[in-house]
């Protein structure tokens, strides 16, 4: 098996927060029947391998190589859950912990999937709008404050850990006392602003009811991206997909704390346990240009690193490969060459580059690409 460049195709995950248009589109792909299409996977992971063709077969990518990382295009159509992810440490721990309570994998109430953390950087490739770790505790107190339903939490504002904590571990009634009064509290507003956190708990009143994962909206920080700008999820960092779309790598994991919006299994101990209350300002992420037609997106995770490839037309660029590859063609036409094989990528198509290859990048229109490897 010689090493080289090999067209790959991702898997497709039909997750029911997906839009129906933007990654069909991207695909080329007719969805008459308006099914949800989430995430489109680049990668090896278990629950959908990515396939090389080679020698004109089509086999799964586990089969030539194993990767760090997990590159994805996403649709969010519908806000996401609240979750947060263990460190590498907390992972180890909680898998082996749950494998000698003799908890099946695929069990719903499992928590720790595998032994391993889940950093994650996403680059926006539209408005893009998420939660992202908690507001300083002066924040907080003017939240609840100016909100008369939230009024009634002000005697329990203390410092961040026991808020949250007693804002999870309140009981139904008293929960369910103070969101009817914010929902009623929100009839009477204009809520059509998305860099307004009413907005979104508009929304989730109308998808989930009266969830405690409503209470975050608030306290979390609420940031608004724009096209190209990227922001990183460390361990411990609650955080949550609003609505946009966008490029998102993350190190191989299915480790998940939840927190609310969500049918899915939440243990707040858990949760809580390993969450990081640390108030943050939400750190936004620029390229950095390598060169005329390359920017890196620099992060600290030593599984992955994003990089954005902007040819103009009839343009070219030599690149080395000093680790697996998976390239992805958000637009444009693009031919690549190496040692002498040759093949085209357009908009939705990818291809795979094994490490130790050298190969040059001509496009045939202007193109833009988005190339995942191991720093």
């Known amino acids: 098996m010689s090493k080289g460049i090999f067209p790959l195709k991702g898997a497709v995950q039909h997750y029911a927060w997906g839009g129906d248009t933007f990654i069909p589109s991207l695909l080329g792909i007719d969805n008459a029947s308006s099914t949800p299409f989430a995430e489109y996977w680049l ?26 990382f997990l590159l994805k295009i996403l649709d969010v159509n519908r806000m996401l859950s609240i979750q947060s992810h263990p460190s590498k440490a907390q992972a180890e721990i909680g898998f082996q912990q749950e494998n000698e309570k003799g908890i099946p994998l695929d069990a719903s109430h499992r928590v ?32 609840c404050h100016n909100i008369p339903a939230f009024q009634v939490l002000e005697s329990h504002i203390t410092d961040i850990p026991s808020f949250y904590s007693y804002l999870m571990n309140l009981d139904t009634d008293s929960c369910d006392a103070i969101l009817n009064e914010l929902s009623n509290y929100l009839q009477t507003l204009d809520v059509s602003d998305k860099n307004e956190p009413h ?36 361990a ?11 490029v998102e790598i993350m190190a191989n994991s299915d480790n998940v704390f939840r927190a609310g919006l969500t049918p899915k299994h939440i243990d707040i101990d858990l949760l809580l346990s390993h969450l990081d209350f640390t108030p943050i300002v939400p750190t936004v992420i620029q390229a950095q240009k390598h060169n005329s037609s390359l920017s890196v997106y620099k992060s600290p995770a030593k599984e992955f690193e994003v990089h954005h490839i902007a040819l103009k037309a009839k343009q070219q ?14 637009g444009g036409e693009v031919t690549i ?39």
């Open 337 to 375: 060459t190496s040692e002498g094989q040759k093949m085209t990528c357009s908009k939705g198509t990818s291809f795979f580059v094994e490490a130790g290859v050298s190969y040059a990048l001509s496009s045939v229109a202007e193109c833009s690409l988005y190339r995942a490897i191991v720093p």
């Open 199 to 234: 907005h979104w708990a508009a929304k989730a009143f109308d998808q989930y009811g009266n969830d405690k994962g409503i209470f975050s909206i608030y306290f979390y920080n609420l940031v608004h991206l724009k096209k190209g700008e990227a922001i990183y999820q460390e």
């Open 236 to 246: 411990g960092i609650p955080h949550a997909y609003l609505q946009g779309q966008n």
């Open 43 to 68: 990668g090896v992971h278990h629950r959908g391998a990515a396939q090389i063709k080679q020698q004109d077969k089509w086999i799964n990518l586990d089969q030539l190589t194993s990767l760090p």
């Open 112 to 143: 720790f999937k595998d032994d391993n953390h889940k950093p994650e950087l996403m680059v926006a490739l539209s408005d893009f709008w998420l939660l992202h770790g908690f507001r300083s505790l002066d924040q907080i107190k003017q939240v």
């Open 317 to 330: 660029l030599t690149l080395n490969s000093t680790s697996p590859e998976c390239c992805f063609c958000m």
